[in-house]
């Protein structure tokens, strides 16, 4: 299929090249003058060069798309309320509007589970799962699906957003900017941890893997999916660290065994035929890959 793509050159974004291209698609990526194409050329990408801001480059965008990925996001927008909403709101609003006119092109939109804030009792943190956000980032997104699921209710379009963790990786062709490099590092080099931090993650690889199992799929039409694999406490990675290391860092037990303070479900993302099983397997992979690269 011919599958677009905004926000190709980020860090999601690349990997979701790699796995379009590995899964056969053709690609149309949206990208702003300037920016390093290098994997883009090596996927056989047809270019459209401007930005999300830029009608005309979005008419061009979705031209003959089968489906649209939608993975760009300016963070340094989200520092103004106003700024956000021009550079990252109305753009996207407008390119699901381009999508309607083309003829109900399929919309994958890739979200946060940062739309979700309290957490009920009792209640499973699953897509049922009120997404009360408590910053702009996750409030910007939530705003996005509603709108997206509108349009699935009101135009027919097949619609749905993508909710992943916090994205570990080592990005292709930059492996310096691989996640927690610097703690990575940090730690391998004696530095003591003294931190009680954690958050869900899900690895790069598998959340391209699950969007893209979601190109021309009916079964996806108007939905959300979590995309989370483990929970990961910051000293957890710390101990993986040193024992990969041979480090002698002191770390400090803030969590003495304590079970993650929320679980996040990923089943509807399984039944597609996700992969999100890594664990801390995953996380001792990418420690190994980072120490390896220095």
Not at 110 to 129: F, R
Not at 206 to 219: F, Q, S
Request: negative net charge.
């Amino acid at each position: 299929m011919q599958v677009a793509l905004t926000g190709a050159t980020g860090f999601v974004g690349s990997f979701l090249t790699l796995e379009l291209q590995r899964q056969g698609h053709d690609i149309t990526a949206l990208v702003r003058p300037g920016s390093d194409r290098r994997l883009l050329e090596q996927a056989g990408a047809t270019l459209v060069e401007g930005s999300l801001r830029d009608e005309t480059a979005l008419r061009r965008l979705v031209e003959g798309a089968a489906a649209v990925i939608h993975a760009a996001w300016d963070w340094e927008a989200q520092h103004s309320p106003e700024a956000n909403w021009e550079v990252n709101l109305t753009p996207s609003f407008r390119l699901l509007e381009q999508c309607r006119l083309a003829g109900g092109v399929q919309m994958l939109f890739v979200s946060s589970v940062a739309v979700y804030g309290p957490v009920i009792p009792g209640h499973p943190l699953d897509e049922t799962h009120p997404a009360w956000p408590e910053e702009l980032y996750g409030g910007s997104k939530a705003m996005l699906e509603d709108l997206l699921m509108a349009y699935h209710h009101q135009f027919g379009m097949n619609t749905s957003s993508w909710r992943p963790a916090a994205v570990y990786g080592i990005p292709p062709l930059r492996p310096l900017q691989a996640s927690w490099r610097d703690f990575i590092l940090a730690v391998a080099a004696g530095r003591p941890v003294d931190t009680d931090a954690g958050g869900s993650v899900v690895s790069a690889e598998d959340t391209a893997h699950a969007i893209v199992l979601g190109i021309g799929n009916p079964a996806v039409a108007g939905r959300n999916f979590n995309l989370v694999d483990t929970y990961l406490y910051r000293q957890t990675l710390a101990e993986i660290v040193r024992e990969e290391s041979g480090s002698r860092a002191p770390i400090t037990d803030r969590v003495g065994g304590a079970p993650p303070r929320y679980r996040v479900l990923s089943d509807a993302a399984w039944a597609l035929g996700a992969r999100l099983d890594r664990g801390l397997d995953g996380i001792r992979e990418h420690v190994r890959r980072v120490l390896a690269a220095g």
